[in-house]
């Protein structure tokens, strides 16, 4: 924007996802580029920002559940009218939209999705299903731009849900801070990062079945059985258990850790041997570009959509088939036996610097639908 504008970012989240690490880049970026920001907060939810520059207002829209803040963000657009309304999910999407309407304000309405829509509503129940697919489909017509991560997820978007490719705008995210580049991080406070340890190969994510932890835990076993090495997942979830219980049954146990969520996991990356990453289905993931910006391999699932993109056809890591750990397993041991050149992985993560994609960001807010 050539313009200060006025965005207001309507968001309720986990406060450990992939949104909530995006608003606490994308936000403050923004209100340092001179824009006023609002950040509308339902109570008990994400995102929590610890960076708060001149400009950014987190405001609360006075309720815990997201479908009751309509009334509240109706009357926030026809107190403020910010030039700008942008919002990400589905259901806080349609909640954006209705306030709109229900507002008859003339804010531009900024919709994003960052998953590949077709493949994560795949697991759902047919009636979600429908839903979903016909409201993106059809409601999101009525929005001046719709925003996703990636090539892939804009293609998918427009295949699945018939919204015409053309009003879909894929926009990098802002994920890597520009001191991550240059940075030497510090040693974790872990036996498993001292100097004479085995080969550490580190995952990080929510515990759960999109991520696929079991195909890679069979394809660290596999990896295992042939040499030392440990794996070692950071992130949370209802899957914990379950690959605890996995890692003994495949006699890996004492070389697995799960030791929590880290909300930065940059010094973990930095002194991995490399990323192992094992999705079944992403709009565009950060770990790996995180992994990437630190100088640490990635080893990466094809998944739909992002790891190809990120990782460029394969040129900056191996790219494996979706639940395949014996693929999978063999990608690591190359990857361990040749790494490729720190300088050379960071090249691949240069397009997510924050400063870098939030430009494209604002690029992507400022053109109404009729300019597309």
């Not at 995952?203 to 090495?229: N, W």
């Not at 890692?247 to 146990?253: E, K, N, R, S, Y």
């Not at 040749?338 to 807010?365: C, N, Q, S, T």
């Amino acid at each position: 924007m050539t313009e200060p504008a006025h965005i207001a970012c309507f968001l309720s989240t986990s406060g450990h996802s992939g949104v909530d690490r995006l608003a606490r880049h994308l936000l403050p970026a923004i209100a340092r580029r001179g824009h006023r920001v609002d950040l509308l907060k339902v109570r008990g939810h994400g995102p929590e920002l610890t960076d708060q520059p001149p400009g950014l207002r987190i405001i609360d829209l006075g309720t815990r559940h997201t479908l009751a803040t309509l009334p509240a963000l109706v009357r926030y657009l026809r107190r403020e009218r910010p030039d700008v309304l942008l919002s990400d999910k589905d259901k806080v999407n349609r909640l954006a939209l209705a306030a709109r309407a229900l507002a008859r304000t003339p804010t531009r309405l900024v919709l994003r999705s960052g998953i590949t829509i077709s493949v994560d509503l795949a697991s759902r129940g047919p009636l979600d299903r429908w839903v979903q697919r016909h409201s993106m489909g059809w409601l999101y017509r009525f929005a001046d731009r719709v925003l996703v991560p990636s090539v892939g997820a804009a293609d998918d978007m427009a295949r699945y849900t018939g919204l015409p490719r053309e009003r879909i705008h894929p926009v990098d995210s802002p994920i890597v801070p520009a001191r991550l580049f240059t940075e030497q991080q510090p040693r974790p406070d872990h036996p498993w990062f001292a100097d004479d340890a085995p080969p550490l190969i580190l995952s990080v994510g929510e515990l759960c079945s999109r991520k696929d932890f079991a195909t890679l835990l069979r394809a660290f076993a596999r990896v295992r059985a042939e040499r030392p090495c440990r794996l070692m997942i950071l992130g949370r979830g209802s899957a914990r258990e379950r690959l605890l219980r996995l890692a003994d049954d495949l006699g890996v146990g004492a070389d697995f850790a799960l030791p929590g969520f880290v909300p930065e996991p940059y010094a973990y990356m930095a002194h991995a041997a490399l990323l192992a990453f094992s999705s079944r289905w992403e709009g565009l993931p950060f770990v790996p570009v995180e992994a990437l910006a630190v100088g640490t391999p990635v080893v990466s699932t094809d998944c739909p959509s992002g790891p190809r993109e990120i990782l460029q056809d394969g040129r900056y890591g191996p790219l494996v088939p979706v639940g395949d750990d014996a693929a999978l397993a063999e990608a690591i041991k190359a990857t361990l036996d040749d790494p490729l050149p720190k300088a050379v992985l960071r090249e691949a993560a240069g397009r997510f610097e924050i400063e870098r994609a939030v430009g494209g960001y604002l690029g992507g807010i400022e053109r109404r639908a009729e300019d597309i």
